[in-house]
């Protein structure tokens, strides 16, 4: 990947995303910036293209927003906040199909999907499921690797 830092990486891809997000919903990426910092460091170890990984980056943040945006239901929130809350996090979940379609990332949407069902299941359950989200895409990458191999082998 040419030139880019991780930090670089991380910051165009919370800019992509926040472009790509209808400034009707109101959404605010306010997630720490160190919550991506291991799928950046994954998508450096694979070497993709620079615009690529700035999406795939997109995308992945907008999955973990959606499951903080899920997971943030204090006692303090009710009503209106609670509401807000929960339409981010569906809006999210389906805005990162959106983007994997919007980028012809079909296989990883399907490679993501199963998942995400998961991870939500998980948390239904009270499990962890915090490492799952990397697992997947490390997984999708690596599978991804692979098959180039393959290919340019034929």
């Not at 991780?6 to 605010?28: C, H, M, V, W």
């Not at 998508?43 to 973990?64: D, Q, W």
């Not at 906040?81 to 012809?104: I, P």
């Amino acid at each position: 990947m040419p030139s880019l830092n991780k930090y670089e990486l991380i910051q165009d891809a919370f800019q992509t995303l926040q472009r790509e997000i209808s400034p009707d919903t109101g959404i605010q990426l306010d997630m720490p910036c160190e919550e991506a910092e291991e799928m950046a460091n994954l998508l450096f170890e694979y070497g993709l293209p620079t615009l690529r990984s700035t999406r795939l980056l997109s995308i992945y943040i907008a999955i973990k927003i959606a499951l903080l945006r899920h997971s943030d239901f204090s006692n303090s929130l009710h009503g209106e906040n609670l509401t807000r809350k929960v339409l981010d996090g569906d809006y999210l979940y389906s805005f990162y199909v959106q983007l994997c379609l919007q980028w012809n990332e079909y296989d990883l949407l399907a490679h993501l999907a199963p998942v995400i069902k998961q991870i939500q299941i998980r948390r239904i359950e009270g499990s962890d499921y915090h490492d799952v989200l990397l697992q997947c895409w490390e997984l999708f990458l690596e599978l991804e690797k692979g098959s180039v191999r393959k290919s340019r082998a034929m």
